[in-house]
T-cell receptor, first 113, second 114 residues
Framework: AQSVTQPDIHITVSEGASLELRCNYSYGATPYLFWYVQSPGQGLQLLLKYFSGDTLVQGIKGFEAEFKRSQSSFNLRKPSVHWSDAAEYFCAVGATGTYKYIFGTGTRLKVLA | KAGVTQTPRYLIKTRGQQVTLSCSPISGHRSVSWYQQTPGQGLQFLFEYFSETQRNKGNFPGRFSGRQFSNSRSEMNVSTLELGDSALYLC?????????????FGPGTRLTVL
């Protein structure tokens, strides 16, 4: 069965430091991959997506993610974190041939001033 | 373009009641999906509608139902509410259906069941 794992429930970084949020998926074929961000009490905002082609994708707010097929990973990165990046981040997978869209459990990011 | 709108934003009900939530998708989008978000279970897929047809349904009891109108607006209904139905209900719209659809989410409806 398809699944998405975000191993880190909480991550704390200092403002200005680099960030990497991990996402691993379990799926046989090439999946459709997404990262979303959710601020408290809000809906989800799309940061970036990967369907095919270049494995390094750029998103909004200075985020990027790299698809690594060999590792079944789609990690989210940002070179310098801002205090406003504090939020919860969700990785999601769309399974080819189905209508399913599976979310990871989320990683809550805290940014220290 | 206006984003996805959901009404109401907050709702308080008591056990046994029923509730209807509404979602207006982005103009031109024909797919609407619904999700339940709780601290314990995370984001769980409820169902997707495309051109008034239910395309897929998650693993929820029959008390959860939905529909989509010809203008793509969607409603979801929960009957005989239980305490465990307290959650943030998120609606997402997309221009296409299927696993490759890029979904844009609304702000959600916070349902509290007392």
């Amino acid at each position: 069965a398809q699944s998405v794992t975000q191993p880190d429930i909480h991550i704390t970084v200092s403002e200005g430091a680099s960030l990497e949020l991990r996402c691993n998926y379990s799926y046989g074929a090439t999946p459709y991959l997404f990262w979303y961000v959710q601020s408290p009490g809000q809906g989800l905002q799309l940061l970036l997506k990967y369907f095919s082609g270049d494995t390094l994708v750029q998103g909004i707010k200075g985020f990027e993610a790299e698809f690594k097929r060999s590792q079944s990973s789609f990690n989210l990165r940002k070179p310098s974190v801002h205090w406003s990046d504090a939020a919860e981040y969700f990785c999601a997978v769309g399974a080819t041939g189905t209508y399913k869209y599976i979310f990871g459990t989320g990683t809550r990011l805290k940014v220290l001033a | 373009k206006a984003g996805v709108t959901q009404t109401p934003r907050y709702l308080i009900k008591t056990r046994g009641q029923q509730v209807t939530l509404s979602c207006s998708p982005i103009s031109g989008h024909r797919s609407v999906s619904w999700y339940q978000q709780t601290p314990g279970q995370g984001l769980q897929f409820l169902f997707e509608y495309f051109s008034e047809t239910q395309r897929n349904k998650g693993n929820f009891p029959g008390r959860f139902s939905g529909r989509q109108f010809s203008n793509s607006r969607s409603e979801m209904n929960v009957s005989t509410l239980e305490l465990g139905d307290s959650a943030l209900y998120l609606c997402a719209s997309s221009s296409t259906s299927g696993a490759s659809r890029t979904q844009y989410f609304g702000p959600g409806t916070r349902l509290t069941v007392l």
